[in-house]
Protein backbone atom coordinates (compact mmCIF):
# COMPACT_ATOMS: atom_id res chain seq x y z
CA UNK A 1 0.00 0.00 0.00
CA UNK A 2 2.92 2.07 0.88
CA UNK A 3 4.55 1.97 -2.78
CA UNK A 4 1.43 2.76 -4.50
CA UNK A 5 0.99 5.85 -2.55
CA UNK A 6 4.40 6.72 -3.31
CA UNK A 7 4.69 5.88 -6.95
CA UNK A 8 1.08 7.96 -7.35
CA UNK A 9 2.50 10.79 -5.60
CA UNK A 10 5.54 11.17 -8.32
CA UNK A 11 2.60 10.45 -11.04
CA UNK A 12 0.89 13.54 -9.56
CA UNK A 13 3.57 15.66 -9.40
CA UNK A 14 4.89 14.58 -12.72
CA UNK A 15 1.22 15.09 -14.36
CA UNK A 16 0.98 18.50 -12.70
CA UNK A 17 4.48 19.33 -14.49
CA UNK A 18 3.46 18.32 -17.57
CA UNK A 19 0.18 20.18 -17.49
CA UNK A 20 1.48 23.14 -16.11
CA UNK A 21 3.71 23.08 -19.50
CA UNK A 22 0.97 21.95 -21.83
CA UNK A 23 -1.46 24.77 -20.79
CA UNK A 24 0.74 27.38 -20.85
CA UNK A 25 2.05 27.57 -24.26
CA UNK A 26 2.34 31.78 -24.15
CA UNK A 27 5.17 30.94 -21.78
CA UNK A 28 6.99 28.36 -23.59
CA UNK A 29 9.29 30.54 -24.54
CA UNK A 30 10.22 31.65 -21.17
CA UNK A 31 9.83 28.02 -19.96
CA UNK A 32 12.93 26.94 -22.68
CA UNK A 33 14.86 29.84 -21.54
CA UNK A 34 15.13 29.01 -18.17
CA UNK A 35 16.00 25.22 -18.65
CA UNK A 36 18.56 25.97 -22.03
CA UNK A 37 20.74 28.95 -23.22
CA UNK A 38 19.79 31.41 -25.31
CA UNK A 39 21.30 33.00 -28.09
CA UNK A 40 19.44 35.59 -30.77
CA UNK A 41 20.96 36.77 -34.42
CA UNK A 42 20.40 40.20 -34.88
CA UNK A 43 22.63 42.37 -36.66
CA UNK A 44 24.33 39.62 -38.45
CA UNK A 45 25.95 37.93 -35.45
CA UNK A 46 24.95 36.33 -32.26
CA UNK A 47 24.26 37.58 -29.07
CA UNK A 48 26.14 35.98 -27.08
CA UNK A 49 28.74 34.88 -29.35
CA UNK A 50 30.01 32.06 -26.51
CA UNK A 51 27.79 30.39 -24.25
CA UNK A 52 29.54 28.28 -21.25
CA UNK A 53 27.56 25.40 -19.96
CA UNK A 54 28.63 22.20 -17.65
CA UNK A 55 29.94 19.14 -19.36
CA UNK A 56 29.19 15.81 -18.76
CA UNK A 57 25.03 16.57 -18.93
CA UNK A 58 22.45 17.10 -21.16
CA UNK A 59 22.18 20.47 -22.45
CA UNK A 60 19.31 22.87 -24.13
CA UNK A 61 20.70 25.59 -26.59
CA UNK A 62 17.97 27.79 -28.69
CA UNK A 63 18.96 30.20 -31.27
CA UNK A 64 16.39 32.81 -32.31
CA UNK A 65 16.42 35.17 -35.63
CA UNK A 66 15.74 38.11 -34.16
CA UNK A 67 16.15 40.71 -36.84
CA UNK A 68 14.21 43.33 -37.76
CA UNK A 69 14.72 43.31 -41.80
CA UNK A 70 13.71 39.90 -44.02
CA UNK A 71 16.91 38.22 -43.31
CA UNK A 72 17.49 34.78 -43.44
CA UNK A 73 19.86 32.18 -41.18
CA UNK A 74 20.60 28.89 -41.03
CA UNK A 75 22.13 27.07 -38.19
CA UNK A 76 24.88 24.48 -38.81
CA UNK A 77 26.99 22.08 -36.90
CA UNK A 78 29.04 19.47 -37.37
CA UNK A 79 29.56 19.22 -34.05
CA UNK A 80 25.93 19.80 -32.49
CA UNK A 81 24.47 17.81 -35.34
CA UNK A 82 26.79 14.37 -35.12
CA UNK A 83 25.28 11.08 -34.22
CA UNK A 84 25.86 10.58 -30.25
CA UNK A 85 25.71 14.05 -29.49
CA UNK A 86 22.41 15.61 -30.68
CA UNK A 87 19.30 14.05 -29.21
CA UNK A 88 16.80 16.15 -30.69
CA UNK A 89 15.94 18.96 -32.83
CA UNK A 90 13.03 21.09 -33.20
CA UNK A 91 11.12 24.72 -33.40
CA UNK A 92 9.68 26.66 -36.35
CA UNK A 93 12.54 27.45 -38.67
CA UNK A 94 13.08 24.58 -41.59
CA UNK A 95 15.18 21.68 -40.90
CA UNK A 96 16.73 20.02 -43.09
CA UNK A 97 18.50 16.14 -43.86
CA UNK A 98 21.26 14.56 -45.17
CA UNK A 99 20.32 11.31 -44.84
CA UNK A 100 19.30 10.67 -41.96
CA UNK A 101 21.93 13.50 -39.68
CA UNK A 102 20.11 16.96 -39.70
CA UNK A 103 22.35 19.24 -42.01
CA UNK A 104 20.90 22.40 -41.12
CA UNK A 105 18.23 24.36 -39.86
CA UNK A 106 17.00 27.65 -41.56
CA UNK A 107 15.32 30.58 -39.47
CA UNK A 108 13.32 33.27 -40.96
CA UNK A 109 12.83 36.21 -38.96
CA UNK A 110 10.98 35.27 -35.35
CA UNK A 111 11.50 31.94 -35.94
CA UNK A 112 13.82 29.66 -33.48
CA UNK A 113 15.79 25.98 -33.26
CA UNK A 114 15.66 24.16 -30.38
CA UNK A 115 18.69 21.74 -30.10
CA UNK A 116 18.91 19.31 -27.03
CA UNK A 117 22.14 17.32 -27.36
CA UNK A 118 24.74 15.64 -24.44
CA UNK A 119 27.72 17.93 -23.58
CA UNK A 120 31.15 16.31 -22.92
CA UNK A 121 33.18 18.19 -20.52
CA UNK A 122 36.48 19.88 -22.19
CA UNK A 123 34.44 19.94 -25.69
CA UNK A 124 33.24 23.32 -27.74
CA UNK A 125 30.98 22.80 -30.40
CA UNK A 126 30.72 25.37 -32.83
CA UNK A 127 27.73 26.44 -34.69
CA UNK A 128 27.71 29.05 -37.63
CA UNK A 129 25.49 30.71 -40.04
CA UNK A 130 27.59 31.12 -43.78
CA UNK A 131 24.31 31.64 -45.64
CA UNK A 132 25.39 34.76 -48.32
CA UNK A 133 28.09 35.02 -47.43
CA UNK A 134 27.08 36.15 -43.28
CA UNK A 135 30.44 34.53 -41.46
CA UNK A 136 28.74 34.14 -38.61
CA UNK A 137 30.17 31.84 -35.87
CA UNK A 138 29.29 30.89 -32.15
CA UNK A 139 30.10 28.52 -29.84
CA UNK A 140 29.25 26.21 -26.60
CA UNK A 141 31.52 25.16 -24.36
CA UNK A 142 31.31 22.36 -22.20
CA UNK A 143 33.61 22.68 -18.83
Not at 28 to 54: I, K, R, Y
Not at 59 to 86: C, K, M, W, Y
Request: net charge neutral; proline share 4%.
Amino acid sequence: MKTDRACGGKLTYAGVVLSLALCLPSYAGATVSLFGNVVQVEQLSFHPDAVHLPGDNFAVLVIQNREDAPIQHEVTSPQLFESGTLIQVQGTGRIEYNGKRVSRVVLNPGEEVVIWFYAVKGITYQFQCNLNGHAMVGMVRAS
